[in-house]
């Protein structure tokens, strides 16, 4: 899909430009739904991305965080980042807002809140930036949802906007005939993310002999995320197990033997980081062990998990990313450097997103076997002309942004008081 294909012809007509606001004299009242959990730190970089746009193109507006999760240290790093953010408990607390805004997330996560809004409220809502796919895709098995049945398309067909943020499910949601006025492309909202631990990051860094520019972050991902191991009402799945067990070698020898690339012909250094809670174990197993000797004494591979601000504050001092997952190149694409997703049909369609940024051919599809052997010399090429990959990182980034700017319009007049 050309990505001008995402737009409609009667955006810039429907909606007055954000200045508008200012007139009511009234300032909006948001409520945000997001934060689905703690486990995964794009789950958690959806919020401060989203936060982060709202503060800078809505700034008069109020805003109220109505999370699902905020433990282990996510809402002490999200206040820490915005001071005056108010987060609520209850459905009592955020219903009094004027809009709900649902956020990023690979389907309409929190459904029943939006459907109880819907009901007992009255007031607008949208939805920013999720995947949608239609009944019965294979991707949602993992997702435990229906995807757009007729229950999603109710809720969709009465939103104030519905943006999507790969262009698959744009597709699947118009030719669903969904209602909504507006139908887009809308990044993910951890594209805006920036929060930072730099003292962190620093210290890291410096123990482990990385410099900046001089390293790449490698991440590693199961077909289905384990989270029986760190999720103590999450049952043991057996299908989903040995669905992992069949295909971990054939998903991660590809980074390899981009790690050995790297370390050998770039001269680089290699750290094998998680974006999930789980994957500090994989990473060892699938990506460190196997490594020949000399490719291991230019490899870090490390074993805590971390929150998104240390994150991000690492990604921005890499010279790019080579992940089986998708919240850490989008992060650190949102901040410029450059990234290689590698997805799977697991992943539902959000991976596809980078062919609709322009960075097509740094999307690779491991279910595709003529691809594998493509990771490799693209991430090396990336390791040899930094100043390249930067540039057609910055290409992709000014694109999103421009698409967060044109989206925050949208919410910015969608919001006003009555």
């Known amino acids: 899909m050309n990505r001008r294909d995402f737009l409609t012809t009667s955006t810039a007509s429907a909606f007055a430009s954000i200045s508008s606001l200012a007139a009511t004299g009234k300032a909006p009242r948001i409520v945000l739904r997001s934060s689905w959990q703690t486990v995964n730190i794009g789950d958690i970089g959806h919020t401060p991305g989203v936060l982060g746009l709202i503060e800078k193109h809505i700034p008069q507006a109020e805003v109220t965080l109505w999370p699902m999760d905020v433990k282990n240290g996510v809402e002490e790093m999200l206040r820490k980042r915005f001071p005056k953010l108010n987060i609520v408990k209850t459905k009592e607390e955020a219903f009094t807002n004027d809009f709900l805004l649902h956020g990023s997330g690979p389907y309409l996560t929190a459904h029943r809140d939006v459907a109880a809004w819907k009901q007992e409220t009255g007031k607008p ?60 492309y809308g990044p993910d909202g951890a594209f805006g993310a920036d929060v930072r631990n730099d003292a962190a990051a620093i210290s890291f860094l410096k123990q482990h002999g990385l410099e900046e520019g001089k390293y790449m972050c490698f991440l590693p991902n199961l077909r289905n995320a384990p989270y029986w191991k760190v999720k103590p009402n999450y049952a043991f799945d057996e299908i989903k197990h040995q669905r992992n067990e069949e295909m971990k070698e054939h998903d991660h020898a590809p980074l390899r033997d981009a790690i050995i690339a790297i370390t050998r012909e770039a001269g680089m250094k290699v750290l094998i980081c998680p974006e999930d809670s789980t994957q500090m174990e994989s990473g060892k197993e699938l990506l460190y062990d196997p490594l020949p000797d000399d490719v291991k004494a230019k490899v870090v591979w490390r074993e805590n998990f971390w929150l998104t601000d240390e994150a991000i504050s690492t990604y921005v001092r890499s010279a790019g990313l080579v992940s089986n997952e998708m919240h850490s190149p989008i992060m650190a694409l949102g901040n410029g450097i450059p990234a290689i997703v590698c997805r799977f049909v697991e992943q539902t369609t959000k991976g596809f997103m980078w062919r609709d940024i322009g960075l097509g051919d740094w999307l690779f599809d491991l279910d595709k076997p003529e691809e594998l052997a493509r990771v490799a010399p693209t991430a090396l090429a990336i390791a040899m002309d930094p100043a390249a990959a930067k540039a057609k990182a910055a290409k992709a980034r000014a694109f999103v942004q421009q698409r967060q700017h044109e989206t925050m319009e949208i919410l910015a007049q969608a919001c006003q008081p009555a």
């Open 125 to 184: 809502y949208g939805i920013y930036g999720i995947t949608m796919a239609a009944a019965g895709d294979p991707g949602l098995k993992i997702m435990r949802n229906n995807g757009l049945d007729e229950y999603c398309k109710a809720i969709l067909d009465t939103a104030s906007f519905v943006f999507l943020r790969d262009g698959m499910s744009l597709k699947v949601v118009k030719d669903a005939g969904v209602k909504a006025p507006i139908i887009e």
